[in-house]
């Protein structure tokens, strides 16, 4: 596994640059020679939280699309209380889900909607590829607003990677807004 640093990267407020500049990030990466241990995998550190867990992009993402990654928060399972079909603990996951944050975000607005007006502000912002001025919020419930709006972030990025020539980050965002 190899490991890149991406947290001193500045990358563009601008939609279609972002992409490209992740994607020539990607074109970077050395060949694999085969499947497991020949496979050469990447992980992007793209933000370290206070504590040191790590967020980061994983690659390849096993989805068969391509420029596709996974996004990925290191010593947080995203599935902690969920059940499964047959009512079963899930399995822990690193990976955050479009629903995962969307009940996330649900729980916070519950929790205080004025407090959580302002969070979606930030929200919007990261939509347009620009910097959040305030990522800290004082919810009780859920995971942190900074990492919740760092994964909003690539989960954003993912979509337009993967969905460029539909809508892109506007599936998840149009999600976002009905909450």
């Known amino acids: 596994m190899t490991e890149v640093d991406l947290t001193k990267q500045d990358f563009s407020n601008d939609r279609a640059e972002f992409r490209k500049e992740i994607i020539n ?17 990447y992980n992007y550190v793209v933000k370290i ?28 399972n995203f599935n902690s209380g969920l059940l499964n079909d047959k009512r079963n603990p ?11 944050i969307l009940t996330d975000l649900k ?19 990261v939509y347009k590829c620009e910097v959040p001025t305030d990522i800290n919020f004082a919810f009780t419930t859920g995971h942190s607003s900074e990492l919740i709006l760092e994964c909003i972030k690539w989960l954003f990025e993912e979509q337009d990677v993967t969905y ?16």
């Open 90 to 100: 899930k399995r822990s996951s690193t990976r955050p889900t479009h629903d995962n």
């Open 25 to 41: 990030i990607f074109l970077k990466e050395n060949a694999g020679n085969g499947k497991s241990d020949k496979t050469t995998r």
């Open 164 to 179: 460029w020539n539909y809508s892109g980050r506007s599936m998840f965002y149009n999600a976002i807004k009905k909450i």
């Open 49 to 76: 939280l206070p504590g040191g867990r790590k967020i980061y992009l994983s690659r390849p993402a096993n989805f068969n699309n391509g420029f596709d990654f996974t996004l990925n928060v290191g010593g947080t």
């Open 107 to 125: 729980n916070k607005k519950i929790e205080n909607n004025n407090l959580y007006s302002s969070l979606k502000e930030q929200i919007e912002l």
